[in-house]
């Protein structure tokens, strides 16, 4: 006995419809009540939102596809301006016809030409009687088109005074998208993100057939707790529990252990699963990367993402260069005295130790700092005399070229060039340490 | 004997119930001409009138319908016409010109399509015109027909009117009103439009040659009376074909009326927005569950519709954000509770959320900082955070400066109904800063 009862669709249908969506049973039911019937009139637009990967584009191309209504299914992503967006609708439209699958290029530049052309393709194609269908997918692209777009699919079916509907879907809340003079307000309709339980009974649909639906429900069950709590997108997880599966089995495979030894595969993966958050789950490693260090039964150890690469090989004096620059980055300028000079006299105690903790110059980011006081710095922090050479002059161009500097501001300034320096903490404590040089001692917010 | 008759009466039901959401679905949806009109008998006559004296006596005119979304403009603009066109007279004689703003985005373009609609293409044919004024002077022109000695009255409509307020020059208006003005053919220019400021966008010299009639729709009726709106709305017309059927329907929208729960549902939707267009789509709604097991609408119905209009979005997305979302939406509540809603940026919300993990959390694991990004960039992806100057190359993506756009409020509210959350951080959520 299907839950989704209407009197249009034969039952059979209705029951097909019901097993290509699960856990999407209310939405659906709700969207076949407000369509009704397929001559009757709907609302001229719907707003269906919802998270990523909550089912909406699925569902509405599955219901529309099974139910066989005559829509068009356009994504503005592809479509980014407004003539592709409409020549497309169009062109989607003629080949609603049986006779003209594909339908031809139909040119039109503006939305005037659009109603026009629109109300002539329903009347030569019979279409009268039914409603359309309008899709537009990612609809938040639409707010960068012009901006008589989004209301004018809003009124669609009041300008062109036919049957038809169109319905939005997007992740953004309706009120981010809502025009200044107001508009034809659509329904709104949220797709409620899945639960714990609906996830797992998804994920558990996916299983390859040798092994039972058992034992594939216990793995996920071990994915979701490590990765539920951040990350609650269906298809992400699907992802990682396809790569990460076969790892999973090996113990079995391996004849180490049985389909119910929980502790066993467990100690396996556990390891496993949390490298892959670092690293897969980041996208620092491809998939194939992934899937043949798994084959080659590396060490998890050996694994390191791009970003935890923590040093690249510099000359000599870049690095001290790029201390230089780190220091002159997050001390301020005033404290110069206090750090670099030999001598540097009584400071009056309270103005300098006055810090609020959000003014820590470490949250805030770093300063531009120019050229002279770099070089100052330099001459301070470095054992033996240096000469200011082009030679260091162009390590300072390099420095910048590997992006570890920013030029601030103009290439052409009359007081000289600002930087700024652009490395972590972390990144600049790895290359004091291989010069033997205690940066801590040496900043500000650590004092 | 029974069962063929319960059959027949089923059968009945089904296509009754099809032919009653197909009448009140065209009411709700589409706005049919052949609704009723509420509250505006004034204004309707205002209308009536002067479109009358343009169409019988010939007279140009000029005026403005102004009033907020929703109100009404273009239902009794309608309804005036259809009134007007039942005289044989101005159903021969009358032409009109609908124009949108929303459509003609430029002057050139809705100077082709008045044409079209004129239907003066072949007349117009190759003919380059110097300037706007000509072109529509000649179409008004060419508008007498064979031995009549004046043109027949032309009714321009113009939608959306303050859009065509910025066009350039606003060349199409300044024609429009000093035809109107000046011109021998009757010509009437009637704008719609919802903003109440539009005399100031006008240019002096439009301004001037605009009659500064202004007709205003302003919803300017009382609880009593939406009510009775409500009671209209829903009757079926006599004519409907199942007469048993409709009295019972009628009888059942009666009592409804009376009900205590649907006058409280409809008194709140009427304090949100007083307009018959969200009145619509929330009959709409409950319309939409009106089956053959469910024939007649209840209290409930009503209640179920009013719920789906009035749902915060935003408390929904919160809800389906993960846990370490979560909790960096509670870092920037308690940065913004610190620091009086100045901006911050991810590295100090990062450093709010290494404070929770060492002192309070036993829950939550300690993510590397790449990871907790990728949850940063999730909310900047659902604009619940936003940069306040926009996304810039330059600066480093953990130092730029954002907003949040959800108050105390919603986020307290939001933790309540939210799933599995964890006891120390709906904990650290409530705590003051008591403990830093």
């Given at each position: 006995m299907p839950n989704f009862e209407h009197p249009e669709y034969p039952e059979a249908t209705l029951l097909h419809l019901e097993s290509m969506v699960p856990c999407r049973e209310t939405q659906v039911s709700s969207l076949l009540s407000i369509f009704g019937e397929r001559q009757h009139f709907s609302f001229p637009s719907i707003f269906i939102y919802g998270h990523t990967s909550s089912g909406k584009t699925y569902v509405m191309q599955t219901l529309l596809e099974t139910l066989e209504l005559p829509h068009v299914f356009v994504n503005c992503v592809e479509c980014f301006t407004s003539r592709l967006l409409l020549e497309e609708i169009l062109t989607q439209l003629q080949s609603l016809s049986s006779e003209n699958k594909h339908g031809s290029h139909v040119p039109c530049d503006t939305f005037n030409d659009f109603v026009r052309l629109f109300k002539q393709e329903i009347i030569t194609q019979d279409l009268q009687n039914q409603t359309v269908y309008i899709v537009l997918d990612k609809a938040e692209q639409l707010r960068e088109m012009e901006a008589n777009v989004l209301p004018g699919f809003l009124r669609l079916q009041e300008m062109t005074d036919r049957n038809v509907t169109v319905i939005f879907l997007s992740e953004i809340v309706w009120e981010l998208f809502r025009p200044n003079t107001g508009c034809l307000e659509p329904f709104t309709l949220y797709f409620p993100d899945y639960s714990i339980g609906h996830l797992q009974k998804i994920l558990s649909h996916y299983h390859p057939p040798e092994y039972s639906a058992d034992f594939y429900a216990a793995y996920i069950n071990i994915l979701l707790g490590v990765f539920y709590t951040v990350c609650r997108d269906l298809k992400e997880l699907r992802h990682l529990a396809a790569l990460n599966f076969t790892k999973y089995c090996e113990p079995v495979v391996r004849g180490e252990a049985n389909e119910r030894d929980t502790r066993r595969l467990w100690k396996n993966i556990e390891s496993h699963l949390k490298k892959a958050m670092q690293t897969v789950y980041l996208r620092e490693i491809s998939s194939s990367q992934w899937e043949k260090i798994q084959q080659d039964d590396g060490e998890p150890g050996h694994l390191k993402g791009l970003s935890a690469h923590a040093h690249v090989e510099l000359p000599y004096y870049s690095k001290f260069l790029l201390i230089a620059a780190y220091l002159a980055s997050y001390n301020p300028a005033r404290t110069d005295k206090r750090f670099f000079l030999k001598h540097h006299g009584k400071i009056k105690k309270t103005n300098f130790l006055k810090k609020h903790e959000k003014t820590s110059n470490h949250l805030l980011g770093p300063k531009p700092f120019p050229l002279d006081r770099l070089l100052a710095i330099l001459y301070s922090i470095v054992d033996n005399k240096v000469a200011p050479t082009a030679n260091i002059f162009s390590q300072i161009t390099s420095l910048v070229t590997l992006q570890l500097l920013t030029l601030v501001g103009?290439?052409?300034q009359l007081d000289g060039p600002k930087y700024k320096c652009t490395v972590s903490l972390d990144f600049i404590r790895a290359i004091a340490r291989t010069v033997n040089f205690d940066i801590i001692k040496y900043l500000y917010d650590f004092l | 004997m029974s069962k063929r008759k319960s059959k027949e009466t089923s059968s009945v039901n089904g296509e009754c119930i099809s032919q009653v959401q197909r009448i009140l679905r065209e009411r709700f949806c589409h706005q049919c001409p052949n609704g009723k009109l509420f509250g505006v008998q004034l204004q309707y006559k205002h209308l009536l009138e002067l479109l009358k004296r343009t169409t019988i006596h010939g007279e140009s005119n000029s005026a403005l319908i102004i009033g907020p979304r929703g109100s009404g403009k273009t239902m009794l603009l309608n309804h005036v016409l259809k009134e007007l066109m039942e005289a044989k007279q101005v159903r021969e004689n009358l032409m009109q010109v609908h124009l949108n703003g929303l459509l003609q985005t430029n002057d050139k373009i809705a100077l082709k399509e008045i044409t079209r609609q004129l239907q003066m293409e072949n007349v117009v044919g190759d003919k380059v015109f110097g300037s706007f004024a000509e072109n529509l002077a000649f179409l008004l022109e060419a508008l007498k027909k064979g031995d009549r000695d004046s043109s027949c009255p032309v009714l321009f409509i113009l939608d959306e009117f303050d859009l065509f307020v910025h066009h350039k020059n606003q060349t199409l208006l300044y024609n429009l009103f000093d035809i109107s003005q000046s011109a021998q053919t009757p010509v009437t220019v009637i704008g719609l439009t919802c903003r109440q400021d539009i005399l100031e966008l006008l240019e002096k010299r439009v301004k001037s040659r605009f009659s500064h009639r202004q007709i205003y729709l302003m919803n300017s009726f009382d609880f009593k009376q939406y009510l009775r709106i409500f009671k209209e709305q829903l009757y079926l017309p006599a004519e409907f074909l199942y007469k048993p059927f409709t009295q019972k329907w009628n009888k059942n929208v009666q009592s409804l009326s009376e009900d205590r729960t649907v006058q409280d549902v409809l008194q709140n939707h009427f304090h949100c927005s007083k307009d018959l267009r969200s009145l619509h789509m929330l009959l709409m709604l409950a319309l939409s569950s009106i089956t053959v097991s469910h024939p007649f609408m209840t209290g409930s119905d009503l209640l179920e519709a009013s719920k789906s209009c009035r749902m915060d979005s935003k408390a929904n997305i919160v809800h389906g954000l993960s846990v370490l979302e979560i909790c960096l939406i509670i870092a920037m509540k308690h940065l913004n509770d610190v620091y009086e809603g100045e901006p911050f940026n991810f590295q100090m919300v990062y450093n709010e959320f290494q404070k929770f993990i060492q002192r309070k959390a036993h829950s939550m694991y300690n993510f590397e900082k790449p990871v907790v990004m990728k949850a940063f960039e999730h909310l900047l992806q659902l604009e619940l955070i936003k940069p306040i100057e926009g996304l810039?190359?330059?600066?480093q993506r953990e130092y730029l400066l954002m907003k949040l756009l959800l108050d105390n409020n919603q986020i307290m509210d939001a933790l309540q109904v939210y799933p599995n959350c964890p006891t120390d951080v709906k904990q650290w959520a409530t705590s003051s800063l008591s403990w830093l």
């Open positions: 103009h290439d052409d | 810039c190359v330059r600066a």
